[in-house]
């Protein structure tokens, strides 16, 4: 079945940076395009950034732009999200997400912290 495992979260400094993992399994990963999204307490979760199947094509929330970069390595079914310059309102639960069909499917989450 379709597993995603979200990894390299924890508790940063405002300004450090973190890289995010999810290892996708149970599909073909290189045919499917990849998101990451966010919930923040209090807050519905939202998209902050896709990749296309080959990696040639990202987008970003407003709110990363220019701060976070999404990348995809194929060979190891794996997705990242490399952030950078984080803010304390960064902080969230994030979660790796595919749609495959018309299922869509979440990992379990991994909480980023940004705090002095």
């Known amino acids: 079945q379709v597993q995603l495992v979200e990894s390299g979260g924890g508790l940063v400094q405002p300004g450090g940076s973190l890289r995010l993992s999810c290892a996708a399994s149970?599909?073909?990963?290189?045919?499917?395009?990849m998101n990451w999204y966010r919930q923040a307490a209090g807050k519905e979760r939202e998209l902050v950034a896709v990749?296309?199947?080959?990696?040639?094509?990202?987008r970003y929330a407003d709110s990363v732009k220019g701060r976070f970069t999404i990348s995809r390595d194929n060979a190891k079914n794996t997705v990242y999200l490399q952030m950078s310059s984080l803010k304390p309102e960064d902080t969230a639960v994030y979660y790796c997400?595919?749609?495959?069909?018309?299922?869509?499917?979440w990992g379990q989450g991994t909480q980023v912290t940004v705090s002095s």
């Open positions: 149970g599909f073909t990963f290189s045919l499917y395009a």
């Open positions: 990749v296309s199947r080959f990696g040639g094509g990202t």
């Open positions: 997400n595919t749609q495959v069909g018309n299922v869509g499917f």
